[in-house]
């Protein structure tokens, strides 16, 4: 894949997401915050790609995973109006449907194609498969890094917002009350991700995002958590217990070790 076909796929990405504004406000604020999220996604992609001295053919190909990581989400909401995959469909799958269907990626050559359609479909799933190939691995590790870096910021301003300025999908449903599930927190304490499932309280959806940080997969990625100071914004946040600022501390040790010399 070449600049040109690059640019080309911008554009059609660009081109896609205007199809799915409408007349209504809401509706629309929710459409933008995922181009948004894609544009931001795309810039850490980037500093990754960067980070691990990709070659610039793998740079535009990691650049094309982080621009179509989301691509599911704009028909997920005309269909459903939600972002809860739980209630509606796997997003991740429907994005490499939509690939697929709109013939996006025609053209390129087949491991590039598979590469991609694969990175998207897979770029949401609760633990990377075994079994996945070398190259594989790497973009899927890339996109998920790049994409928490991004929901960390999206949440973080969510929770700052007045509740009528918010995006409204963003929080999922969840209630927001002032408490966090005792199995949710010492999921944190094990050091261990929490599943999406488990989830009861908005308060428990911070939580979540806090274990991602258990799951970074490059130093470059805990170095910008640490930086950004997401992981202080988000407990800031969240109503605390001496159990809750436990496993706080817990999050806070995984983005503060020692990162080996290797990945
Ligand atoms: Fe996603």
């Known amino acids: 894949m070449d600049d040109a076909r690059l640019a080309n796929l911008r554009q059609w990405f660009f081109d896609y997401c205007r199809t799915f504004y409408t007349e209504n406000e809401e509706e629309s604020r929710n459409i933008r915050l995922k181009e948004e999220h894609t544009a931001r996604v795309c810039a850490a992609m ?13 740079r535009r190909l990691a650049a094309v995973i982080a621009l179509f990581h989301d691509v599911g989400r704009f028909e997920q909401y005309r ?13 991740a799958a429907l994005g490499a449907r939509v ?4 013939g996006v990626l025609a053209g390129l050559p087949e491991e590039e194609r598979r590469l991609i359609t694969s990175s998207v479909g897979l770029h949401n799933v609760f633990r990377v498969p075994a079994g996945l190939g070398e190259r594989h691995r790497l973009f899927l590790r890339l996109i998920r890094d790049a994409d928490k870096l991004d929901i960390w910021r999206v949440f973080i301003e969510f929770y700052g917002q007045p509740a009528g300025e918010r995006a409204s999908a963003v929080s999922l449903g969840f209630p927001d009350i ?10 944190l304490l094990r050091g261990e991700m929490v599943d999406l499932a488990t989830l009861r309280t908005l308060n428990d959806f911070k939580l979540l995002q806090l274990s991602w940080v258990f799951d970074l997969n490059f130093p470059r990625s805990r170095q910008m958590v640490r930086e950004l100071g997401y992981v202080e914004r988000l407990a800031d946040t969240i109503p605390r217990s001496p159990d809750v ?3 706080i501390g817990v999050v806070r040790d995984a983005l503060f070790r ?3 010399a290797t990945f």
């Open 258 to 260: 020692v990162d080996p």
């Open 99 to 102: 690939l697929a269907e709109e």
């Open 79 to 91: 269909r459903y109006r939600t972002f809860k995959d739980s209630t509606s469909v796997n997003h």
């Open 46 to 58: 980037e500093i990754l790609a960067d980070s691990v001295a990709l070659s610039p053919a793998d």
């Open 245 to 247: 600022d436990r496993a």
């Open 178 to 187: 002032p408490e966090c599930t005792p199995a949710v927190v010492a999921t």
